[in-house]
């Protein structure tokens, strides 16, 4: 069996990060807590998956911003046409690409910051490992 993966981290503000991962990656609210212990989160992805995303804000915590330009969760898309329809996806909820800091992600992606200014790639590749 192979494990799942849950990518948890804190925000400031929940909604614009649902936005850009869901209307913007085309992903989907999986679940969503209010209240639970002081937090409140939401969990964004694609049923079925074996990964996930975790948001959540902490009452009373303002959140850290975005460590560096190099804290990257890349997503490779290994067909064009669907790699180019996420990227005009999120080009239409408003997110202009940005320049990588490493290079090698702008030869075949495109880089975006999410509301929190995490850094996402959309790689047109396949995943080669």
Known sequence: MIPKLRVARPTNDLAPLERFYCAGLGMQRLAGFAAHNGFDGVIIGHPGAPYHLEFTRE??????????????????????????????????????????????WNERGRTFADPDGFRVVLQQAAWEL
């Open 59 to 104: 009452d009373g915590v303002i959140s850290a911003p975005a460590p560096t330009a190099e804290h990257l969760l890349v997503f490779y898309f290994p067909n064009a046409a669907e790699w180019r329809a996420a990227v005009a996806r999120l080009e239409a909820t408003g997110h202009a690409s940005v320049p990588a800091h490493n290079p090698y």
